[in-house]
């Protein structure tokens, strides 16, 4: 569930002598940066010419950011686990072990910090959905999906979700891996990342801030995650009621025999209006904005009884699942519990692996 943590605290110690891959680079301070009384010069045992410098440290397993006023530490949790790529979902049990060889790695390198008593900065949550069809298949439903004061994005195999305070990214895990030489052949992975970009958010969501408190409360993180992330992408909390394709023919003998609206032709019409939008605009995005724009109301509700008509068409990819087979799948998916932690096979106590820092 977790996929990324940085953590940050005003108070650290480092041995210089001890740094391997290190550099210190200038930035650009003002004079009370410079004159401030927790200026990075005032970290080190050594004597250095670091005024004003910001300090970084980064190897495989962690990257350690020295400013002139805070230290910021991301751990590189799955590296530190042994594993080889960052797909599998990590356990409580995983994550403490990671940090406890994290706290080895900093002293190997002459860090004394706090990791349980730190910080949250930034905290990312995920979850992979294992899909019936090939990701490129579920483009008509990231077409169809939109969350509430969120602008929309999209790049290559992916679509962004983005405010200045947190981030939805969803894109293909499948390919991610590929791309870096993990192929996990008849694998269709879709990942739906949850970024709380700022200290502020971090601390007002999880009603907590520091890594020890993120480790108390890490079994509540799953429905969290699927909370805040349903509530923006995922409305109808039920299933999409009109979703298997149809023929022309047989999708208005469908309305008219089978639908439980009160006015079958009128919900019919507009059903097949929405479709023809969607195929005009391509993203819901383009449609609410350009209702924006030609001050016509783009208020959520009338956005969402879009998406609602959308998601009971006949939209889809050309001979592809319809918008409506596609949110079900994932929808069910996406609530139900991960399926992909950290096995038996991949276990990070098997004696046959061979982790560095054992040596340290």
Request: proline share 2%; glycine share 4%; charged share 25%.
């Amino acid at each position: 569930m977790i996929d990324t943590i940085i953590m940050f605290n005003s108070k650290i110690e480092i041995d210089i002598t001890k740094c391997e891959d290190h550099e210190v680079t200038s930035i650009n301070t003002s004079k009370y940066d410079i004159l401030h009384t927790n200026c990075i010069c005032n970290h080190f045992n050594q004597e250095h010419d670091l005024h004003g410098n910001r300090f970084t440290l980064k190897n495989d397993y962690f990257r350690l950011v020295v400013k002139p006023r805070q230290v910021f530490l991301e751990p590189y949790i799955h590296n530190l686990l042994g594993q080889n790529h960052n797909l599998l979902t990590v356990k409580k049990n995983h994550l403490i072990e990671a940090l406890r060889r994290l706290e080895k790695a900093l002293v190997n390198q002459g860090v004394c910090f706090d990791v349980y008593g730190s910080q949250l900065s930034r905290l990312d949550l995920r979850k992979n959905i294992y899909l019936d069809y090939p990701y490129e298949e579920y483009e008509p439903l990231l077409k169809a999906l939109h969350a509430k004061k969120m602008k929309k994005f999209k790049h290559l195999n992916s679509y962004y979700f983005d405010n200045s305070l947190c981030q939805i990214n969803i894109y293909d895990k499948s390919l991610q891996l590929a791309q870096v030489k993990y192929n996990f052949t008849s694998t269709n992975i879709m990942r739906i990342e949850y970024r709380m970009k700022k200290k502020q958010k971090t601390v007002r969501e999880l009603k907590y801030q520091t890594v020890q408190s993120m480790i108390d409360n890490m079994d509540n993180l799953e429905t969290f995650y699927k909370e805040k992330v349903g509530d923006l992408l995922f409305h109808y909390k039920q299933s999409a009621i009109g979703s298997k394709i149809r023929s022309p023919q047989s999708e208005f003998k469908w309305f008219m025999n089978e639908s439980d609206a009160k006015y079958k032709m009128n919900e019919y019409l507009m059903t097949k209006g929405v479709e023809k939008v969607m195929e005009e605009v391509g993203d819901i995005s383009v449609f609410s904005k350009e209702l924006s724009q030609n001050a016509i109301d783009s208020s959520y509700q009338h956005i969402k009884k879009f998406q609602g008509r959308l998601l009971n068409s006949q939209f889809s990819k050309e001979y592809g699942p319809t918008v409506g087979e596609l949110y079900n799948e994932i929808h069910s998916k996406f609530y139900g519990p991960n399926e992909d932690y950290i096995d038996e096979v991949n276990n990070i106590y098997a004696s046959e692996l061979a982790f560095p820092l054992d040596a340290c």
